[in-house]
């Protein structure tokens, strides 16, 4: 089944329940209205969604003119690969300092402060890594 259809059979339940209601119990006239309009809503949304069509990626809802791109492709995998690796390093650094504090007896892995102890050891090893970069770099140069 397709979504169109699943929509389609979901309104029409509703339509027949509503009117199913209308004529199996002696409602009054302000229950009825609602029910009407309801139906009427359900009839509505339907009709909308058969008029609906999709649009591709690159046009503007608002305007169905085309868009066209603010950067360029390259320029922006650039920096997303860049991104992903910089995640990925930090997921990992979490991970070796979770293990790395799981081990340690004296630390309770549910206490309050443990995220704060994790924050701590992560920056650390951060401003390690970065003073490594730093000689590294001063080395090369000298």
């Given at each position: 089944?397709?979504t169109n259809r699943n929509?389609?059979?979901?309104?029409?339940?509703?339509?027949?329940?509503?009117?199913?209601?209308?004529?199996?119990?002696?409602?009054?006239?302000?229950i009825k209205a609602i029910?009407?309009?309801?139906?009427?809503?359900?009839?509505?949304?339907?009709?909308?969604?058969?008029?609906?069509?999709?649009?591709?990626?690159?046009?503007?809802?608002?305007?169905?003119?085309?868009?066209?791109?603010?950067?360029?492709e390259n320029v922006i995998?650039?920096?997303?690969?860049?991104?992903?690796?910089?995640?990925?390093?930090?997921?990992?650094?979490?991970?070796?300092?979770?293990?790395?504090?799981?081990?340690?007896?004296?630390?309770?892995?549910?206490?309050?402060?443990?995220?704060?102890?994790?924050?701590?050891?992560?920056?650390?090893?951060?401003?390690?890594?970065?003073?490594?970069?730093?000689?590294?770099?001063?080395?090369?140069?000298?």
């Amino acid at each position: 089944m397709n979504t169109n259809r699943n929509i389609y059979v979901f309104y029409f339940t509703v339509i027949l329940l509503a009117v199913l209601a209308m004529m199996v119990f002696d409602l009054n006239i302000i229950i009825k209205a609602i029910l009407c309009f309801l139906i009427f809503s359900c009839l509505m949304v339907m009709r909308s969604i058969k008029r609906a069509y999709d649009l591709t990626d690159d046009i503007d809802p608002d305007t169905l003119e085309t868009v066209t791109p603010l950067a360029d492709e390259n320029v922006i995998g650039e920096e997303k690969r860049s991104h992903d690796s910089n995640l990925d390093f930090y997921l990992n650094l979490l991970i070796e300092t979770d293990e790395e504090l799981s081990n340690d007896p004296s630390v309770d892995q549910k206490s309050f402060s443990y995220n704060v102890q994790l924050n701590r050891r992560i920056a650390e090893r951060l401003e390690s890594i970065q003073r490594k970069d730093q000689e590294h770099v001063e080395n090369t140069n000298n």
